[in-house]
């Protein structure tokens, strides 16, 4: 049942945007089970300035959803880079050992306190690491805190969310829960 109400809060949230929703195919950075630092420098996401926040990310393969809008309508990434991509995984490579492990989907309320904000990850550029951890290959992805995926608004404190990173992780990469949903998942 959590399973289908968060996948019926993406696809509503998707749904609702007015972003060009699109497949890539091939690399991809998941962050969806990832926590984020902040950087103490700023990102414009379509004219809008936010603080921005790192998140390290495995490198995954298949089929993701892309927002188009942000990727100069191009799945293809540079030399040495993936884009940050959402697909559903049961089990992901996670921080901090790289080990796969299963993911699991829960909420969380944005706070002021340090690490209690989320971030947005979703169709932005990564640097793929040198060197694989535990034979996952990592990237480094940037992209805005406390930034809706799906509206390009500030998040406020107190704002409902949905993630795959673990409990404590600092500022869980997430996506809003519809208002008419946040009461129903845990």
């Not at 289908?4 to 749904?15: G, Q």
């Not at 942000?70 to 540079?78: E, G, K, T, V």
């Not at 699991?104 to 932005?124: A, D, H, K, L, Y």
């Amino acid at each position: 049942m959590k399973k289908l109400l968060t996948t019926l809060a993406l696809l509503s949230a998707i749904a609702v945007s007015a972003e060009p929703v699109h497949i890539c195919k091939g690399q991809f950075a998941f962050c969806g089970a990832s926590g984020t630092t902040v950087t103490g420098k700023d990102i414009v996401v379509l004219g809008q300035t936010f603080k921005e926040g790192m998140s390290v990310c495995p490198v995954m393969t298949g089929n993701a959803v892309a927002n188009f809008t942000l990727m100069q309508n191009s799945c293809d990434a540079p030399k040495g880079k993936v884009w940050s991509l959402f697909a559903s995984f049961t089990t992901v490579p996670q921080a901090p050992t790289w080990a796969t492990a299963p993911t699991v989907t829960r909420t969380f309320v944005t706070t002021n306190e340090p690490g209690g904000g989320m971030s947005n990850m979703w169709s932005m550029l990564c640097d793929i690491q040198p060197k694989k951890t535990n034979g996952v290959t990592l990237a480094n992805c940037y992209g805005p805190m406390n930034e809706s995926p799906w509206t390009n608004n500030s998040v406020p404190v107190g704002a409902t969310f949905v993630t795959q990173a673990a409990a404590g992780s600092p500022n869980p990469v997430g996506g809003r829960v519809p208002a008419e949903l946040a009461g129903k998942t845990k």
